[in-house]
């Protein structure tokens, strides 16, 4: 099965500060979309970042960007300027055809 | 542009009853999605539409499960009867062509 993994199971980060959730996965397609959803307790996922994976260039939306390292299928997420509003959990998933595949997320806490 | 609506928010049933759960996705969108998740994991894919089309269903227990999209827009999730371990937080979620899928809140289902 063609999988998404998050190695991290939680992460806690001071606020104001930086921090990197890691991922990666597998697929055997060349183009795909990669997302990093957020999941604050009330359980609305919401889309914080996309990166096509044709694209060489990393995506950036304001205190949130991505490295993305196709050839070793890798997918960070960089989260600057730390907010206590970003504490949630985090999810990395990958498109197969339109198949959404998800991992089993980091939490994310950040300290005041 | 309102969001991808899902009632109810919460369910408690007794195993072996049945229970229904209802999602109306943004307008336009053709690809609706019903996902489980369990407690402190991703969202697992259980049917995707494409339209009135179920096209990809190979998750769905379809013993106990069932689902329609009828007019190719709002859906409906059955299971009958439930059993303890379909506890699980059920969601919905659409999207069009540009492959991020947008959730709705989701259904908390309680099974005692």
């Known amino acids: 099965a063609q999988t998404v993994t998050q190695s991290q199971p939680e992460m806690s980060v001071q606020e104001a500060e930086t921090v990197t959730l890691s991922c990666t996965y597998d697929t055997s397609e060349s183009d795909y979309y990669l997302f990093w959803y957020k999941q604050p307790p009330s359980r609305q996922m919401i889309l914080v970042i996309r990166q096509e994976a044709y694209k060489q260039q990393n995506a950036t939306e304001n205190r949130f960007s991505v490295n993305f390292q196709k050839a070793a299928k890798s997918f960070s997420l960089k989260i600057s300027d730390s907010q206590l509003g970003d504490a949630a959990m985090y999810f990395c998933a990958r498109t197969s055809g339109s198949r959404l595949t998800f991992g089993e997320g980091t939490q994310l806490t950040v300290n005041p | 542009e309102a969001g991808v609506v899902q009632s109810p928010r919460y369910k408690i049933i007794e195993k072996k009853q049945p229970v229904a759960f209802w999602c109306n996705p943004i307008s336009g969108h053709n690809t609706l999605y019903w996902y489980r998740q369990n407690l402190g994991q991703g969202p697992e894919l259980l049917i995707r539409?494409?339209?009135?089309?179920?096209?990809?269903d190979s998750q769905l227990p379809k013993d106990r499960f069932s689902a329609e999209r009828l007019k190719g827009v709002d859906s409906t999730l059955k299971i009958q009867p439930a059993e303890l371990g379909d506890s699980a937080v059920y969601l919905c979620?659409?999207?069009?062509?540009?492959?991020?899928?947008?959730f709705g809140q989701g259904t908390r289902l309680t099974v005692v």
């Open positions: 979620a659409s999207s069009s062509h540009t492959a991020e899928a947008f």
């Open positions: 539409y494409e339209n009135e089309e179920a096209v990809d």
